[in-house]
């Protein structure tokens, strides 16, 4: 027999995880994404975004703002 955790306290709990993955991501606390397409960058609640679904732009997803430094040729 298997007990199953009620929903509610399940939501709960992976709402924690998102915040605790924004919060641990310097990125995600930044909160800033930008579009590898347009250049086009917007503040957003990381927590939120994880949990509700990335923010999109142009043709995918749009990408966090520290990804464009590794993007850049020397
Ligand atoms: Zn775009």
Known sequence: MTVALPLPE?????????QEIAASHPSLLNGKVWC?????????????CLREGWPKCCHGTMSLDQLRNEVVKP
């Open 10 to 18: 399940t939501l709960a709990r992976h709402r924690d995880v998102y």
């Open 36 to 48: 590898p397409s347009c250049g086009r960058s917007r503040v957003v609640d990381a927590a939120r």
